[in-house]
């Protein structure tokens, strides 16, 4: 793959392709600058290796054919891998980061031995009889950019050279990435933040995450990964997180805190799912326990559009129910403090599923293997 484009003029066009296309020349002239002839010199390596084709389309007003150049996706395969505290998901996809195939195995142990040697048999798993052109690996943590594992609490590792210790393990390019700054590369890439070029994701689950995309690039700073975004302000009615931060994001929006608050108001065991799908139903009790949690993901919406000046905002993680069964709320919520002339902010949502993760370590080895860099 990385034998297929060279030279900073031909990963551009096939960045541009595989974001945005299928494109026409001329479009894609204009996109980058180019004359149409440069542009046609530029693409013919990609058309000859097969990484470029040429589609065909109906006819235009004087009847000639359109020939407008997509990517063929299956010119490459890439594993994606989320490494959690419990255990490895992969998903196999296409240069696209569509999966093609999917695999999960228990964590033998948490020690980096362990862990190298679970995420090798998964790869194996995947790739099967044929090689993979790259893997990409996410975890929650701090990630240089080298891929050495500064910091990941859940796994008890400190400056771990993961991304060397794979690359020799597994005998092709690895990337190691942070999985919230992983999980916005696919969606700025491939996922619901395609075609923007600024934009925030907030991610919701078992934490909360944040990362940013400003002018076509996201941001990945080294403090991606400590966790910045648990600690936000929302509502210093709250109790303190383990920090002594009142009220902070973690304490409202975290899953573990909204079953606890769910299960004090309601007074039964009752889970994350079933008190959102209560809610979602019209269930006055299980609304009015998640009015508080629901306002302040709202506020940190408005917050971070404010603070980024972006007007879209990706919400995405295994807790996004709580966006969909409290919409009004969340829409209060981000308006609260924004100011009356601001542009609305686009909210969207990102289809839930831990193979999300996965799929954006995969995008992270895709843009590694077609710009260079992630």
Known sequence: MDRMITGGSSRALAREVLVHGPLSRGELARRLGLSLASLTRLAQPLLASGFLVEESRAGTGNGRPARPLAVRADTARVVGLKVSGDDVSGVLTDLRADPRAQAIRPLGGRSVAAT??????????????????????????????????????????????????????????????????????????FGEGRGRRDLAVITIGVGVGYALVIDDRVVDRPDAGVGLAGHVPLDADEPPCDHGHRGCAGTLLSSSAIERRARDALGVDIGYDDVMEAAARGDEASRAALETPARGLGRLIGLVSSLAVVDTVVLAGEGVALAEAMRPVVAAGTTEYRHPDAAPVDVRISPPGFDRWSRGAAATAIQHLVVGSA
């Open 116 to 189: 190298v040697d679970t995420i090798a048999r998964v790869v194996s798993e995947l790739s099967g009889d044929r090689p993979v052109d790259a893997v990409g690996v996410s975890l929650g943590g701090s990630v240089d950019r080298h891929g050495v594992v500064r910091k990941a609490p859940f796994l008890g590792w400190t400056d771990v050279p993961l991304q060397r210790l794979l690359g020799e393990r597994l005998r092709v390019p690895v990337v190691v990435e942070n999985d919230v700054v992983a999980l916005a590369r696919a969606e700025h890439w």
